[in-house]
């Protein structure tokens, strides 16, 4: 990050990005869990990222599963 301290809107939406990402929980389940609006959720991520914030990767589950065939 820049060398300038976090704005407390910031702050807040930083801290749900590390709590959804403890959590292991999609930003989309989380925003819904927590009653945040998914889109402001994602803006702010994106806002934060262009400000060279660090922010914490996206929890993405496997939606495949491999499978053997016997």
Not at 44 to 63: A, E, F, H, S, T
């Amino acid at each position: 990050m820049m060398n300038h301290q976090l704005t407390s809107t910031q702050a807040f939406w930083l801290g749900h990005l590390h709590h959804a990402f403890s959590l292991g929980q999609t930003l989309s389940r989380y925003a819904y869990e927590q009653g945040l609006s998914f889109a402001d959720l994602m803006a702010w991520r994106q806002r934060l990222m262009i400000q060279k914030v660090v922010v914490p990767d996206v929890y993405c589950p496997n939606r495949f599963v491999s499978v053997v065939v016997t």
